[in-house]
């Protein structure tokens, strides 16, 4: 084969989606006229109707961003005491408990979909659990048939941390419907995007009044401060730069799509490199993230040895989610954290990595990545 030369420019391991800047500066000319910044403007308004047509929900409330907005959703739902989640996750997971002095329990993950394992959490819950916060990592939706089986048997709130799973389906309904609450981040990082904000998405007319005040201060009117709460609230710029990157979801998911495939193809039959889980025929993935797992004993060199060898490519991929959070200094004195209460999470935290995804990489930049992995010296 011949010699693999470095990639001129850096690849990430993803790039904002970005609209015509046209686009935005028409739309800066309409709020520049209007002298309306923030505070429930017209945009906000437009994007709240426009998402939960798109999200297929009854209610959506936008936030300047997604941790706020779990932030606010525990808030809004009472949680208290000890809530029961996923170490694998990003950092903002656990942290949005703590900012609310609830007690984070860890629960190892599912060795397949790397989400909570549904079947490990009943023999988790004691009298201080309050409810059971799930993330659909890397857009791979959770077990919510049991989750909810089990919250209701206990009488658990269930919360999603949907950040990664914008557009996601599950029999052609939006992930949004699932479970309390869910949150969408809506990051510069992610597939879809308002540069930074968020959303929470629930089923309940009365919810979305007490998470409209919990994000506003707490302001009912010009008399009236009814609760503590906090400034979640997204600004008129950002709705408009949301409005208008939703008509490019669609082309940027299909790009992503095709490259996962090129992915699959090119790494499906290497030994010891683990793919991404297949969702089934009933799910609408929305192949935000590709992420592969590298076994040592398998597959020769460790995941540091292939980050590392496609550093040297100027390929900059990322170890989502290592470490775990639950060897965060904040959280590993906690008896969940135990390594042998989370076998098979801290068995993924070592192996995974978050390789390059996003509509402007070429099927050829795929290749070139995927022949790096494999070239990696064993
Ligand atoms: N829950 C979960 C499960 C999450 O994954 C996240 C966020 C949250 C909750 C919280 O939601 P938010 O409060 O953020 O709405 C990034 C994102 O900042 C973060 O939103 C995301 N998860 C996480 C998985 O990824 P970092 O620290 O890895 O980002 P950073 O700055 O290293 O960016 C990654 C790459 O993206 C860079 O190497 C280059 C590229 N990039 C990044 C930015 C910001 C660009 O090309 N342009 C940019 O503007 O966290």
């Given amino acids: 084969m ?31 006229m209007s002298k309306w910044l923030t505070n429930n403007g017209p945009q906000h308004l437009m994007l709240e109707e426009d998402l939960t047509e798109f999200l297929k929900v009854p209610y959506v409330s936008l936030f300047n961003n997604g941790t706020i907005a779990l932030i606010v959703a525990c808030q809004s739902l009472r949680l208290q005491g000890d809530v029961i989640t996923t170490p694998f996750t990003f950092a903002a997971t656990p942290h949005v408990l703590s900012w609310n002095n609830i007690n984070p329990i860890f629960c190892d993950v599912d060795e397949e979909t790397m989400n909570i394992d549904a079947d490990k959490i009943e023999s988790m819950i004691t009298p201080h659990t309050s409810a059971i916060l799930a993330v659909h990592v890397f857009g791979t939706p959770c077990n919510v048939e049991k989750i909810q089986e089990v919250a209701d048997r206990y009488g658990l709130r269930v919360v999603y941390d949907a950040a990664h799973a914008f557009g996601v389906e599950i029999d052609g309904k939006g992930i949004g419907n ?4 869910s949150m969408f981040s809506f990051h510069a990082t992610k597939l879809y995007h308002t540069v930074e904000g968020g959303a929470l998405v629930h089923g309940n007319k009365d919810l979305k009044q007490r998470i409209d005040l919990l994000k506003n201060f707490g302001i009912k009117n010009e008399d009236e401060v009814v609760m503590p709460g906090i400034n979640g609230k997204l600004d008129e710029i950002r709705a408009a730069i949301g409005r208008i990157m939703l008509k490019y979801v669609d082309a940027e998911q299909e790009k992503r799509r095709k490259l996962h495939a090129v992915y699959n ?5 290497v030994a010891g490199i683990k793919l991404m889980p297949n969702c089934g025929e009933n799910v609408k993935r929305n192949y935000q993230y590709y992420v592969i797992r590298i076994d040592e004993k398998v597959f020769g060199k460790s995941r540091d ?21 639950s060897e965060f200094t904040c959280y590993r004195q906690l008896n969940s954290s135990r390594v042998e209460n989370l076998p098979v999470a801290n068995v993924i935290g070592k192996q995974v990595l978050s390789l390059p995804m996003y509509g402007d990489l070429t099927a050829d930049d795929v290749k070139k990545i995927c022949a790096i992995i494999k070239s990696t010296d064993r």
């Avoid at 699932?178 to 609450?181: M, R, S, T, V």
């Avoid at 292939?306 to 775990?324: S, T």
């Fill in 305 to 325: 040895d292939v980050y590392d060898e496609l550093k040297k490519y100027n390929v900059y991929a990322r170890k989502y989610f290592h470490p775990l959070c």
């Fill in 265 to 269: 193809e090119e790494l499906g039959d």
């Fill in 178 to 181: 699932f479970g309390d609450i």
């Fill in 2 to 32: 011949s010699k693999i030369e470095p990639f001129e420019q850096n690849i990430y391991v993803t790039r904002p989606v970005l609209p015509k800047l046209e686009e935005v500066t028409d739309k800066l000319q309409d709020i520049w």
